[in-house]
């Protein structure tokens, strides 16, 4: 078998190092996302499908992932999170109940199935055989793709009724679906998040993004990135959009923490820092002690991403990685 573990070397921002030559005079973004996706494909560390930002991970791949997702168990012990663990799917009616569509229907997925008779049956068997469309012969289900992590918590918890006066903190993680795809391999269409979610009062959630602010720049230190947290905004749809991602700004509700993870290109958002005020209580009847409407607020961490900026930064070969990272990532 071919030799494919030298066919990286980690990203160097003083000196042109490996056969992994980045295009750094380039203008055109797409040409460093691209260099690092066929990097990523002919060492084997991401497989390719036959659709954009599809990928299947390799044991290199998932062991970083694993690595992070420890590192962050450890950084967050002292939340004494509720666990819980949801695939990548929702109920279609908690999911019209969090406004998700009026905001991105750009990026939603919803899950349709073959719901018909025998005689439709043959008819879909027909069209395939003749290479026609069948896809509209899908009948919409009660399940939509999970957008986020978190979504699927709110429901559980406004199901118990109000809260105690401490609120509550729940540890998610699950594969997301977003329609976006891209030759961007930090941009997939399916891809974990990893989030602790904070549900009480305006205070108790503020407070709470204060700290994980500093954890995220923590972590990131620790695991040896270049890194920045900077105010951002969520990618609303249509013309009306652009007003709301403004006051989504102007309010501070969310900022990410950004990483270099293509040459040429900006740097990509690997954490996100997000207070949702008290959108989610008129979605679900999440209350406070006191029987007001609830404020949320959680923090994300984009698995897929960070893997891919450990890669980009220290390269393929784990043994060759920074001692105290691979420490970090639990003994890697
Ligand atoms: P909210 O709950 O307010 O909708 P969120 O934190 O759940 O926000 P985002 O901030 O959009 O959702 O995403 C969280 C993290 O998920 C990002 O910081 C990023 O690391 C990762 N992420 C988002 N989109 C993608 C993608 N297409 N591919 C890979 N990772 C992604
Ligand atoms: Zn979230």
Known sequence: MEDVSNAYEPGDDTAAGGSYAAPKTTQDPDVGRR????ALVDARVLYPSAVEGIYGRSGLFESIADGLNAAISKLGADQHAEVMRFPPAMPRKDFEASEYLKSFPQLAGTVHCFCGSDRDHHRLLARLEQGEDW???????????????CYPVYPVIAARGPMSADGMVVDVLTYCFRHEPSIDPARMQMFRQREYVRLGTAEQIVAFREVWMERGRKLAGMLELPHEVDLANDPFFGRGGKIVADSQRELKLK?????PINDGAPPTACMSFNYHMDHFAHAWPLRTAD????????????????TLALLRHHGFELAKWPKRVREVLGGL
């Open 135 to 149: 896809a509209d012969q899908q009948r919409p289900t009660d399940v939509v793709l999970a957008p986020a992590a």
């Open 291 to 306: 029987g007001e409407p609830a404020h949320t607020g959680c923090v994300g961490f984009g698995i897929e991403r960070l």
């Open 255 to 259: 900022f990410e923490l950004l990483v």
């Open 35 to 38: 260099a690092f996706r066929q």
